[in-house]
């Protein structure tokens, strides 16, 4: 049987560590974590049964392997320290014997978009962003219909714009919008980005690195590397939809306390087709996969053992041909979730009209 591996690191340190050492995350304190994860050797978390392809009928199976770094401590390392621990948890793979590896949450950001590690390692690697992108806007353009928003007119901002998961993003979303607003840190690369970006958008394409310039907009998407919340309470209008696809998230967990009149939604998740038992619980409700795994075990079934999404610069064809076969083997869009509770569509109903409400201007 054709097999996998993919990588995960503690994001919360005290509730991952948990759910694997619960009586030493009580012992320890956070600094304690963040310090002891450079020394802490990579390890097998689980074996992963029951995949099948729809379509094939073919089973694949795999392992979840933990690169026990916080994304805290991969941001303050120099790349290459993070690097060395991405590879050594890779040979963990290939002595498993895997014939494709995917780089989960920060693995893949810190650096070069896992170039380093992909030319060190034997067996082929994939950062699974492609696949990502394609769900968060899927997500995103799905959860602002359901809010009543038309697309093609709505201000649509995109935060992280020049990294690799957001520029992407941009450009899937450019033919489908109305004005977009591409934010990060620096302008110079959010300026390339908007070059790009022109050529295929409805509307004008600004560019800023203003947060509060979100405030703007109906639809955001969210996929920064800041490791910690930037999009707060006041950043959003009432009526506004974000999709937050960053790990650790983007969107402070005041928006969900603060704000009724907003709907905050979790990108870039799948259903994996098959009786799938990941045999871990990495925060996910059953048979549920982030983007990144789930891309990287819909090419195991496809028999596509190659680099296949490697570096910053995400091809959007590639991001159209993962979608065509993932969707063939059986992966589906999972349903609306926000903060890792699932969205009824009474809950929405409630948001639109507390943002309509909002939105009204009170007896003078
Ligand atoms: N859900 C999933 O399945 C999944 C899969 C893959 C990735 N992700 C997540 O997606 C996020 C982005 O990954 P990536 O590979 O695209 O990262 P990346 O290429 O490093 O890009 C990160 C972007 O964030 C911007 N940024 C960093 N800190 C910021 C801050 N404090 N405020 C505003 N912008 C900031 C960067 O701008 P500058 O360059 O100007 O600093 C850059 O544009 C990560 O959180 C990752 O974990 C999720």
């Not at 934010?183 to 690195?209: C, F, H, N, Y």
């Not at 680099?307 to 910053?312: E, F, L, Q, R, S």
């Not at 979608?323 to 109903?349: D, N, V």
Request: with cysteine.
């Amino acid at each position: 049987m054709d097999t996998f591996a993919f990588i995960i690191h503690p994001l919360d340190p005290k509730a991952d560590v948990a759910r694997k050492y619960p009586r030493l995350a009580r012992l320890l304190s956070v600094p304690l974590i963040h310090f002891l994860s450079r020394y802490w050797p990579p390890l097998v978390l689980s074996r992963v049964t029951g995949v099948r392809s729809l379509a094939t009928g073919r089973q694949v199976e795999g392992w979840l392997l933990a690169c026990p770094f916080t994304a805290q401590r991969m941001i303050e390392l120099p790349p290459r320290v993070v690097y060395r621990k991405v590879i050594q948890t890779g040979r963990l793979a290939e002595r498993l014997g895997a014939q494709i590896l995917g780089l989960g949450a920060f693995t893949s950001v810190a650096g070069d978009g896992g170039v380093t590690v992909a030319r060190a390692l034997d067996i082929p690697v994939t950062t699974g962003d492609s696949y990502t992108v394609t769900l968060a806007v899927r997500a995103l353009l799905e959860a602002g219909r359901q809010m009543g928003i038309a697309a093609e007119q709505a201000v649509t901002a995109v935060v992280g714009a020049s990294g690799a998961v957001g520029s992407a993003s941009a450009c899937l979303l450019a033919p489908r919008v109305g004005r977009m607003i591409l934010l990060g840190r620096r302008l110079e690369p959010l300026e390339r980005v908007r070059q790009e970006v022109m050529g295929l958008a409805r509307g004008a394409v600004d560019i800023s690195t203003e947060i509060g310039d979100i405030r703007q907009a109906a639809l955001v998407a969210s996929a920064t590397s800041a490791g910690r919340a930037v999009i707060h309470p006041p950043h959003l209008k009432p009526g506004a939809v974000v999709c937050d696809i960053a790990r650790p998230r983007d969107v402070s967990a005041q928006v969900l306390e603060q704000r009724d009149d907003v709907l905050v939604i979790d990108g870039g998740l799948a259903e994996v087709p098959g009786e799938v038992e990941f045999g871990f619980d990495y925060g996910l409700p059953p048979r549920l996969a982030f983007g990144c795994m789930a891309e990287t075990i819909a090419l195991a079934l496809e028999g596509r053992f190659e680099d296949y999404t490697v570096g910053k610069n995400i091809e959007i064809d590639r991001v159209r041909e993962i979608e065509e076969i993932a969707e063939r083997h059986g992966f589906r869009l999972a349903g609306l979730r926000s903060f890792e509770h699932p969205l009824t569509p009474e809950q929405i109903h409630r948001v639109r009209q507390k943002a309509a409400q909002a939105a009204t201007p009170g007896p003078v």
